[in-house]
């Protein structure tokens, strides 16, 4: 198990999808979590491609609290992702408003795996809830020489094409100038503006 993890954290994907294959094939309870990392990795390979400049011009305000501490509206510090959590939910990555999110719980980072995906439970506003991987770095990390930036330990902010994207461990903002990066909050939750 600490070989895969070790691969993840380095984004050598192929050989820790290898990892849990050999993995998988020695327990019950291990295959299922190969089968739930596997699919993990493959949308973290296919993130970097997809991802685009996020929309801001329709998101509402998403007032609310992380740990206790009051926001008017929070958004990922990152154009790309910006009024949206990136989540890995069933396998497949996700950009869900803010603004239909109720709360998001987490245990924080218990695992090395933790420090790539973090666990999390999502309460969205039409009742339902989600179990979720969470992209603890920002596309384009994984390449980074910085190994503090790579095992999300700070965070860089960088220019490009017009907007601001995110090196390192993700970040959320908030109207009250709070940071809240993703491996430090345990409860977050946005009041019920309907």
């Known amino acids: 198990m600490v070989l895969f993890q070790v691969l993840c954290v380095g984004a050598d994907w192929d050989r820790a999808q290898a990892q849990l294959r050999v993995l998988g094939g020695q327990s019950p309870d291990l295959q299922m979590l190969a089968r739930a990392y596997a699919?993990?990795?493959?949308?973290?390979?296919?993130?970097?491609?997809?991802?685009?400049?996020a929309d801001f011009t329709d998101a509402p305000d998403t007032p609310g609290e992380a740990d206790g501490q009051r926001f008017d509206f929070l958004f990922d510090?990152?154009?790309?992702s910006g009024p949206n959590l990136e989540a890995i939910v069933g396998g497949t990555r996700r950009l869900i408003p803010f603004a239909t999110i109720l709360s998001i719980d987490t245990e924080g980072p218990v695992d090395l795996r933790d420090l790539v995906w973090l666990p999390a439970q999502i309460r969205l506003r039409d009742g339902s809830a989600l179990a979720a991987l969470l992209p603890v770095t920002y596309p384009g990390t994984a390449a980074e020489a910085d190994t503090m930036l790579r095992l999300a330990r700070r965070t860089?902010?960088?220019e490009h094409g017009g907007g601001i994207h995110g090196v390192g461990q993700r970040i959320w903002t908030t109207s009250t100038g709070h940071d809240v990066p993703i491996l430090e909050f345990r409860h977050?939750?946005?009041e019920n503006t309907a």
């Open 39 to 53: 699919q993990a990795i493959e949308a973290m390979k296919a993130r970097d491609g997809e991802i685009a400049e």
């Open 156 to 158: 860089e902010w960088r």
């Open 77 to 80: 510090g990152d154009t790309r």
């Open 188 to 190: 977050l939750s946005f």
